[in-house]
């Protein structure tokens, strides 16, 4: 029997961490006051000191534990349960509830109301000054 454990390679935790957040390394970099390169370094790294794993966590919005004891399987088991969980069924709405074509009509009249006053405020601007013209 064969046991196996669970990788804790803090790098790919803080790549995929910055990835959910829809960061760039780019973004972590400039943040952090380094290159892109360390970045990319850190994120092969199996581990990383308390001080920079620190610095990171906080830039990323999490704690140092939340890096350390991050857990993708964890994260796809809490949007499972709470998608398909049926008690919180009605807090999602699939389908809106109007008729998008029914706002689109509406936006375009009200555009074409604008347009409308647009159009006479700028009439009315040229026959006052024709006025004042005295033609």
Do not use: W
Not at 78 to 93: K, P, Q, R, W, Y
Not at 98 to 126: C, G, I, M, S, T
């Amino acid at each position: 029997m064969t046991t196996t454990t669970k990788s804790n390679h803090i790098g790919r935790k803080i790549a995929r961490i910055r990835e959910l957040r829809g960061m760039k390394q780019e973004t972590l970099a400039e943040e952090l006051g380094i290159s892109q390169q360390s970045v990319s370094t850190i994120e092969k790294s199996e581990t990383l000191e308390d001080e920079k794993l620190e610095k990171v966590a906080k830039v990323l919005g999490v704690t140092k534990e939340g890096i350390e004891d991050f857990s993708e399987e964890a994260v796809f088991n809490i949007i499972g349960n709470t998608v398909t969980n049926h008690d919180n069924a009605s807090l999602f709405c699939y389908q809106p509830n109007f008729n998008p074509l029914d706002k689109l009509v509406e936006a375009y009249e009200e555009n074409k109301k604008l347009y409308e006053r647009l159009v006479q405020a700028e009439k009315d601007k040229v026959a006052y000054l024709e006025k004042l013209l005295g033609k």
